[in-house]
């Protein structure tokens, strides 16, 4: 059989990546989507913070970003309506939060919900919140790691998609498993981005099954 000349490229799914600090976990998913095996690209980055680093590092990439700051909107409702607007313009696949450190509220829940990733330091439902490798530390376990889960209206409550294990070593800190955990972490998002964008997903109950 002869060999095409135009041979079809996959289509790639659209993300927009939600951040508010530095941009490492941003960075991972830079790194895979110029390959298109890789099924995704990041096509948006929004932030809450207009001196959030990892917007300079999506402007490096080629990719758009938008600022949609609290300050600049009268209430909490009308900020989210904002976010929501902001995200839509890049018309995503998948929303994924990188390090954004605010709660999405009803508006943007309502228009993206059950497309919105997010990853958390520890093997939820444990240690959920904002200080959950310091939480599993203070509770003695001998074993943690990370979560990548679907957004809900709760705080790291969604549906889990993925989990991967990091051991506490004697003589950890905060800091050092902290960091073990970042990178175990930004591996998986990179990983689970990338199949729910080539093979889809579906939602069964508490299940995500990744191929639906």
């Known amino acids: 059989m002869p060999r095409d000349p135009h041979p079809v490229v996959p289509r790639q799914?659209?993300?927009v990546v939600l951040?508010?600090?530095t941009g490492t976990n941003l960075a991972a998913l830079l790194a895979a989507h110029d390959d298109p095996a890789w099924g995704?690209?990041?096509v948006g980055v929004?932030?809450?913070r207009a001196d959030a680093p990892a917007l300079a590092r999506a402007q490096a990439a080629g990719v758009a970003t938008?600022?949609?700051a609290p300050a600049d909107f009268p209430d909490r409702p009308a900020w989210d309506e904002g976010l929501a607007r902001a995200v839509e313009v890049f018309d995503p696949e998948l929303v994924v939060l990188a390090g954004f450190m605010r709660i999405l509220g009803e508006p943007f829940l309502r228009r993206f919900g059950g497309r919105i990733v997010n990853t958390h330091p520890a093997l939820l439902p444990a240690f959920p919140g904002a200080h959950g490798v310091r939480d599993a530390l203070a509770h003695g376990v001998r074993v943690t790691g990370c979560t990548v889960h679907l957004v809900d209206a709760g705080v790291d409550t969604g549906p889990i998609v993925a989990q991967r294990a990091?051991?506490?070593l004697d003589g950890d800190d905060e800091a050092s498993?902290?960091?073990?955990i970042k990178v175990v972490e930004r591996e998986l998002l990179v990983d689970v981005v990338g199949r729910m964008a080539r093979e889809g997903f579906t939602v069964e109950g508490r299940r995500?099954?990744?191929?639906g």
Do not use: P, T
């Not at 995500?208 to 191929?211: F, M, N, P, Q, R």
């Open 13 to 15: 799914a659209r993300v």
């Open 19 to 21: 951040v508010s600090g």
């Open 40 to 42: 995704a690209r990041v």
């Open 46 to 48: 929004v932030s809450n």
């Open 66 to 68: 938008a600022v949609v």
């Open 166 to 168: 990091v051991e506490v």
């Open 177 to 180: 498993l902290h960091e073990r």
């Open 208 to 211: 995500v099954v990744l191929g």
